[in-house]
């Protein structure tokens, strides 16, 4: 009688004590949201800042309490709290939402014998995951019950795990089928990674784990208090373990099922995932791809200088049509698919007949070189002349002797049809960076007598001239060009350097949709520093290429490259600061202006501008196609009504259209 009025008044303490935190925490991001609402009330430009994005409210809404998740049924398990979390959302499914209220989901029921086994796995994998803070929290809860009996914490430790086995259901064994539980743990893990929690989600479980945690121990000891019999049994075996070591051996085995693997239980095969459990998405391109049900195939391509390059494909070995997809600064391939089977430029020159290659640069936070203890110094020592001489160079390389050698096995009378013609066409997509590169890529193979392999290129918002532009980027190049020699020595590159922060990031921008308001502030301040532009910032941070294990990141020597093109007006190689080490590379004082040599492009060119581009101006891109006609090249433009990140991250009929109508006016060679 005594312990059930005990357990009535430690649960109701505990579903109030939940319930009182989780809505003073709740009232404290409100509180946040609301003032963030205000300050973006007074803010210039908002409207036009933040009409690009999809699924954004700038007025906060503001509802009354709600029943929090773990009480959502009436029953304040936390074992149902974490396997609610882990089966939470499809972990198959490839999702970029903006992260919408999901509280009204229902869960499907399964079987019991399954959901038994999955609430004990949970609790012990939660539970052996945070075996250390638990001790150390109980270590200071339960010091004064410390000195009164004078036991050890682990005494009280061994009790909580002991208490949450054996009230698991008799039918249970928890030795059962020792092959199932690595698999099991891998997909709660997997799961729980997918769901894609942000900082204030995870402030929400790491509460109710530690109110759980304290309100367990004070329920274990009052339990203890009122069983002398149960502490001193326990308290034996913790003073004399050796009397208790075969009895439990005896117990374990007995509680061991036996079982044949045939026809009832088929072979298991383990799957290896690739998430964290704190990271929120640590997807890679091939997890998208191959998730859609689309082929895919990884190329790891070495450079001239060591790098070590990721060349991604979805193959169509057959075809002679093939195109590259080159990504520009702060990017990578992931920006190619991110839009899932509708609105992505790779699944659509795929579904058009075309083998597709996506292109990654050098500058990754993994450092992939040849030189294993290669140090970060030496390693971002790099400019735009290497993507464009390096970079660009190694991977069309490779693809011309990847498609060459495939369509020889496809057409075995390939050399008597085209002679020394090459047997395929090779288009280039490219956005920002990408599209300097690529025709840097091209003026210098010209020069150099070598063949580009390229039939047509398409620029999105190429970089290259940026004289034109804000006053802000002016700042930062005066500042940038001035401190140059001080700067080069302290910061290598522009990264976030250790996982914790990455984590963190992209985890802060997940709770930027959240809440709205303190998302558009965000989203409203960042878009001034890059001059106004319109794109979705915060939805960008929040794409799996920025996560806790790698990122890409830029070099000091890219951003001066930029900062010096835009000091020079000109589109140029980048300039070492000295007439002799310029005369070495250059064979001149003076770096070389690609601008002069456009006559040298001998395909066919299409510029593509974002009227709402406010890092390169559309009056940059015209530049461009003044300059290419007057040197007699084949060039077309036109204008969208896009930002700078539209080009690629946004879901746009009307570009995918654009550019594979481009894509169609190359002659085939078959």
């Not at 959502?72 to 609610?84: A, D, E, P, R, Y």
């Not at 799961?191 to 274990?220: N, S």
């Amino acid at each position: 009688m005594m312990q059930r009025f005990v357990d009535n008044a430690i649960a109701i303490s505990k579903e109030s004590v939940k319930t009182i935190t989780f809505e003073s925490l709740n009232n404290i991001f409100r509180l946040i949201n609301g003032i963030s609402a205000v300050l973006l009330a007074f803010l210039p430009g908002k409207a036009t800042i933040l009409e690009g994005l999809h699924g954004w409210e700038l007025r906060p809404t503001f509802c009354g309490p709600r029943l929090p998740r773990w009480m959502g049924n009436g029953v304040s398990s936390f074992n149902q709290l974490i396997h609610k979390l882990s089966v939470d959302s499809d972990c198959s499914s490839v999702d970029y939402s903006s992260g919408e209220d999901d509280d009204g989901y229902e869960s499907p029921a399964s079987p019991r014998s399954r959901s038994s086994y999955a609430s004990w796995a949970s609790t012990v994998w939660e539970y052996d995951k945070h075996q250390t803070t638990f001790e150390y929290i109980l270590s200071w809860i339960l010091c004064p019950f410390k000195f009164l009996f004078g036991l050890p914490i682990r005494f009280f430790h061994l009790l909580f795990l002991r208490g949450n086995l054996s009230s698991q259901s008799p039918h249970t064994s928890y030795l059962h089928s020792p092959r199932k539980l690595p698999s099991l743990r891998d997909h709660f893990v997997h799961c729980a990674t997918d769901r894609r929690r942000g900082v204030i989600e995870d402030l929400h479980l790491a509460t109710e784990i530690c109110i759980e945690a304290v309100f367990d121990a004070v329920h274990k000891a009052v339990h203890l208090m009122l069983s002398p019999s149960e502490a001193v049994k326990i308290l034996s075996e913790e003073v004399f373990p050796q009397w208790t070591k075969n009895v439990h051996v005896k117990e374990l085995v007995e509680n061991v099922s036996t079982s044949v693997l045939g026809e009832d239980e088929p072979a298991h095969t383990e799957r290896k995932i690739s998430f964290h459990p704190l990271n929120t998405d640590a997807r890679t391109c091939q997890d998208v791809i191959t998730e859609l049900g689309y082929p895919y195939e990884a190329i790891h391509v070495v450079t001239e200088d060591g790098y070590i390059l990721l060349l991604e494909r979805i193959p169509r070995h057959n075809s002679r049509k093939a195109v590259y997809l080159q990504h520009g600064v702060f990017d990578s391939s992931m920006g190619w698919v991110s839009n899932g089977v509708v609105g992505s430029p790779a699944f659509a020159a795929f579904d058009q007949g075309y083998d597709v290659f996506l292109g990654n640069f050098r500058g990754l936070v993994s450092r992939e070189h040849v030189d294993r203890n290669i140090s970060s110094r030496q390693y971002w020592r790099y400019s735009i002349n290497e993507h464009g001489t390096k970079d660009i160079p190694a991977m069309i390389e490779k693809i011309h002797k990847v498609k060459t050698s495939e369509l020889k096995l496809c057409y075995p009378d390939l050399d008597k049809e085209n002679g020394d013609q090459q047997p395929y066409n090779l288009c280039a997509i490219c956005h920002s960076l990408g599209g300097a590169g690529v025709l840097m890529y091209a003026i210098t193979r010209r020069i150099e007598e070598k063949p580009h392999r390229l039939s047509r290129l398409i620029l999105l918002s190429p970089a290259g001239f940026h004289d034109d532009s804000n006053l802000a980027f002016t700042l930062v190049e005066h500042l940038f060009l001035a401190l140059a020699p001080i700067l080069v020595k302290i910061v290598p590159a522009f990264y976030i350097p250790t996982r914790f922060f990455r984590m963190l990031l992209n985890k802060l921008a997940r709770d930027f949709h959240s809440y709205p308001a303190v998302g558009g502030l965000v989203q409203t301040l960042m878009s001034y520093v890059v001059g106004g532009d319109s794109s979705n910032w915060i939805g960008v941070l929040g794409l799996p290429h920025y996560n806790m294990n790698d990122m890409p990141g830029v070099s000091f020597y890219v951003a001066l490259h930029l900062a010096q093109m835009k000091r020079s007006g000109k589109f140029r190689m980048f300039d070492y600061g000295n007439p002799e080490a310029n005369m070495q590379v250059y064979g001149s004082t003076e770096p070389l202006d690609l601008g002069e040599w456009f006559d040298l492009v001998d395909v066919p060119v299409d510029l593509v501008g974002g009227r709402k581009d406010k890092i390169i101006r559309p009056s940059m891109v015209r530049k461009y196609y003044i300059l290419m006609k007057e040197a007699g090249v084949e060039v077309s433009y036109n204008e969208f009504e896009y930002a700078h990140l539209d080009f690629t991250f946004s879901h746009r009929e009307e570009l995918l259209a654009y550019v594979m109508s481009r894509l169609r006016l190359v002659k085939s060679t078959l």
